[in-house]
C-alpha cells in the first residue's frame, strides 16, 4: 500500500525544512463544493458565478484519511486548519468523521474549521457542537459571515440568513467553539457595534474584524472596486471598501467606469507567451520568510481535495485552479512531480519541496528559485497578509 509513512527516500536536503520536522501544522481542503458563491473565491472565474472548468466537484474521504495518516504520524500534527481555497469543508459529506478521527488518535491536536455556516443541518451542527464540546476548545469553528441579514448575503452569495442562524446557534448550544470572523466591507462597516451585540446573542465566544481582499490592482499601484458578476458575465452590481477600514495602503480609485460592464469568461481558453523573469524583478532579491514555518515552529502542510501535497495554500491556489501564464508557468516547471498521496509518500514528497523549493530560496530565477515565493513570503515584500484587525 502507498503511504505516508513510507520508508524515506536515502537522499536528504542539506538544513532540510519540511522532511524532519517535529511538528505539522496541516492545512487541509476537504472538498472543491461550497453552497456559497463569494465574487473573489478562486472556484469562479472574474467575479462571476461560472465555475472555474478546472475544478471538479470532489472531496476527500474518510478512508483516505486514515490511509495517508495513520496513528504515528498524527502525534506530530500539532494543529489542522480545515479550510482549503475552492471549497467549504462543511460541505465534505463526512467532515465530522474525519474531525473526530483525528480527535481521536491525538486529543491535544488544535483543530480550526472555517466556513461560511449556509450548508448542511440541525444534526450535522449539534453533533460538532457536542464533539467541540468534548474536546474542551481544541475543536474551533471560525464563521465567516460578513454582515447581519440585509449584508450578508451581498458577498457571501446563496448564503440564507435563518439558515445561517439556526446552524450557528444549534452549533453553540450543544457546547461549541464559535468565533464570527467579519470581514469590512463599505456597505457593512456601519454594523460593526450591532454585530458586536449579535454575537453575544448568538452565543459567540468573540467576534473580530477583518480586511477584505479582492480590491488590489498591483500593476497600477491602486485598489478598485470588486465588480460582481452573473454567470453570463455581465455585471450585477459593486462592492466597495470599508472607508473606515481600508484593505490597503494603496490609493483608491473608485471610478465606477473602470469596471467593466461585460467580462470574457472563457479566459482559460486564451493563449499566453512564455515567462518572462524581468517582469519580476522586483520581487528577485526578496529574502525568503517562509509563511509555512509557523511562529511555534510547525510546519505546513497543504492537502488539496485531490490528494495533492502543497508546500502551503499560495502553492496550491495556483496550481489546482491551473492559471497559466506569468509565474504559474514556472510553478508547473518546479511542480513537475507526482505530489499526490494517491501514488506518492508524503516522505519523498516533502524532500521534493526541501530540494525544489527551500534550497533554491538564495538562487536566481532562472535558476529555479521560486517566484510565487518572493512574491508572498519575500521580507522586503509590500503585500499585506496580517488582515486581522486587533482592535475594534
Known sequence: MIGIMKTKTNSISKNNMWVESQKYHLHIELTSKCNSACPNCPRFVMGSTKLNPTVTLSELKLNDIKKWFNYDFIQKIGSINF??????????????????????????????????????????????????????????????????????????????????????????KNGGYAIWEFLLFGHNENEIYLAKYKSKEYGFRSIRFKRAAGFEDYLNNRTIPMGVYDKEGTLEYLIEPSKDYPNSTMVYDGNPEIIPEKVNLDIYNFKYNGLDYKEYSTFKDYKIKCKSLKPNGEIE?????????????????DLDKHSLGGYNTQLKEIFNYDCNLNTNSLDNILDFFDKKIKDKWDDTFENGKCIKCSMMCGASSQIDHSRLYENI
Not at 474531525?99 to 480550526?112: D, L, Q
Not at 457542537?129 to 475543536?139: P, T, V, W
Not at 464563521?143 to 450578508?152: A, Q
Not at 502542510?301 to 491556489?317: A, D, N, Q, T, W
Open 83 to 172: 479550510c482549503g481555497n475552492l471549497g467549504d469543508p462543511s460541505n465534505c459529506i463526512e467532515m465530522n468523521e474525519i474531525v473526530e478521527y483525528f480527535y481521536v488518535n491525538n486529543k491535544n491536536i488544535k483543530i480550526e474549521i472555517h466556513t461560511n455556516g449556509g450548508a448542511r443541518n440541525v444534526e450535522f451542527w449539534k453533533k460538532l457542537g457536542k464533539l467541540s464540546k468534548k474536546a474542551k476548545d481544541n475543536i474551533l469553528v471560525i464563521f465567516s459571515v460578513d454582515g447581519l441579514e440585509e449584508t450578508n448575503h451581498i458577498y457571501r452569495r446563496n448564503v440564507k440568513w435563518e439558515k445561517l442562524v439556526e446552524n450557528i446557534t444549534t452549533y453553540t
Open 301 to 317: 502542510i497543504f492537502l488539496s481535495y485531490r490528494g495533492e501535497i502543497r508546500p502551503c495554500c499560495f502553492i496550491g491556489v
